[in-house]
């Protein structure tokens, strides 16, 4: 609702009589398609979309795929989401692995880590693809051009890493992207690159390491701050609104997945109000900017 | 020369001219060892090693194989320094792969984190091992008796990972530690483990992540501060010193190096005075309390 009055053009799926009791709540008559069946987080994804072919996964799915719908963004079970995507949406033609595009905010921007966690392993060509598809996300997201490439890695040297990261660097000096070496974790705050690629494994902690580290800080400074006089901390806590803000995963969005034959955004789990929001918002502008066209286009060119 | 007025017997090991200008300019007279060649970063370890036999890491090896020291502490190539333990000092019976411990701060007290490098890729069986070592050390220097141990993984199901992760699962739970199931990365902030395995390769982007995502934090935080008054902002400074000091990775000290016959110990390579005499007395602490005996101990149960 918060995104239709935004302009977002949204419709629901769900549980018909749910969504019309809590969109009457909110004085609110946006469209809605019923989908009665439910994929729980603990369901094997490609079972639950063949059981299940009523849940809103597959429902939003299938809007997508019949052109009904330019974009469509769940906060449900990752995998089904994926393996919806794949399954009645479609890879772009080329694409190997499709792959979750992460918004990791940094001082002043943001970086775009990819994978995120669709692909656990993953072979030096796919980081490849992921490098052109992060790049084409980061062009229109972060509205630079030629975007800064770096390989998630042990050092800095070319020659660290894994086989993958050894194997990976040349190819990605190759390719047509704007490479600029091996990137560290502690690059999130350096921001030496707007697009960094890594497996999904590696990619999923490092988002959960961040989150947790922040979280940690804080904390720890929280109890330091204990000592400021109430008056004081006030204006600490004013002053840092900002800064949480800027922090919260929830105003970032959501997760695209990228390599699909439509914008396909991944919103976090527990999502509030506003992140659904923010998460129906940037996929509105990803669909609005062509992003499907353009991934589409890199990928064959390459 | 800290860590020798606190109480600690140690012998330098370098360039002798050198360190003795540098000791007469502290006014001390602590005793040197000669080592004359040196081990750059950008060296083959393996090679360094043996082209070079009296770099200080190799010194410092043999004086730890011969008895006369019972630690070594080394803020030099990492490579070298696990090259040296492994060949000069050896590992322990029955230790497939030493690896490294690094003390990562959390509220209120600390998690140990290994593989934090020495091996980039692991088997199953290799974690249980770092889940004994690193048991033994978080008794030590943690205080705490059954220690928890976590796998580090892509979320908390049993099922989660790749097939390393999901197969050293159920590894885990029949080996004589205290195994509390898959961690996350945001358990950094909740604490949920004590001992966290992984590989070294995620080990290391674990850590540089979080030390980026904790410098970045900072970074935005006091872009956001920089509105409050110059007095608010000294006292809110002021308060947040012994948040600096808990979180500096100086003040930890150093990574250990587990699985080897002797207590060794790499220090960050930008490490100041304060971190190495940080090192060294960890290092002493460790000697004193016996974890080698105690690592080789769990090993031959096991």
């Avoid at 239709?4 to 008559?29: F, Q, W, Y």
């Avoid at 966690?117 to 993953?122: P, R, W």
């Avoid at 190759?174 to 890594?198: I, P, Q, W, Y």
């Avoid at 699909?260 to 919103?267: N, S, Y």
Wanted: charged share 20%.
């Amino acid at each position: 609702v918060i995104a239709a009055e935004e302009g977002c053009e949204v419709i629901l799926v769900g549980d018909e009589t749910r969504l019309k009791m809590e969109l009457a709540d909110l004085g609110s008559d946006l469209p809605i398609v019923h989908a009665p069946e439910e994929i729980g987080m603990g369901d094997d994804p490609a079972k639950a979309l063949r059981e299940k072919p009523n849940s809103s996964i597959s429902v939003c799915a299938r809007l997508v795929r019949d052109g009904e719908a330019d974009a469509f963004v769940s906060a449900g079970s990752t995998g089904a989401v994926m393996a919806a995507a794949a399954i009645v949406i479609g890879r772009l033609p080329g694409v190997w692995r499709p792959a979750i595009a992460a918004v990791l905010p940094t001082p002043g921007s943001a970086t775009l880590l990819l994978d995120a966690g669709a692909n656990l392993e993953v072979k030096p060509k796919h980081l490849v693809q992921f490098a052109l598809m992060g790049s084409v996300m980061a062009e229109i997201h972060l509205g630079i051009k030629n975007p800064r490439v770096g390989l998630l890695n042990n050092g800095e040297e070319p020659s660290k890493g894994r086989k993958t990261e050894q194997e990976a660097f040349p190819l990605l000096q190759k390719a047509s992207v704007n490479f600029v070496g091996n990137v560290e974790g502690r690059d999130l705050a350096t921001a030496k690159a707007d697009v960094m690629v890594t497996d999904g494994f590696t990619g999923n902690v490092v988002i959960k390491t961040a989150e947790g580290a922040v979280q940690m800080a804080a904390a720890l400074a929280m109890e330091e701050l204990a000592v400021l006089q109430p008056t004081v901390l006030a204006q600490v806590m004013d002053a840092l609104e900002g800064f949480r803000r800027r922090l919260d995963y929830e105003q970032i969005g959501g997760a695209h997945l990228l390599g699909v034959k439509g914008v396909v955004v991944i919103a976090h789990g527990a999502s509030s109000r506003v992140a659904i929001a923010n998460a129906v918002k940037m996929a509105g502008g990803m669909a609005d900017a062509g992003l499907v066209a353009k991934v589409a286009e890199r990928i064959a060119e390459s």
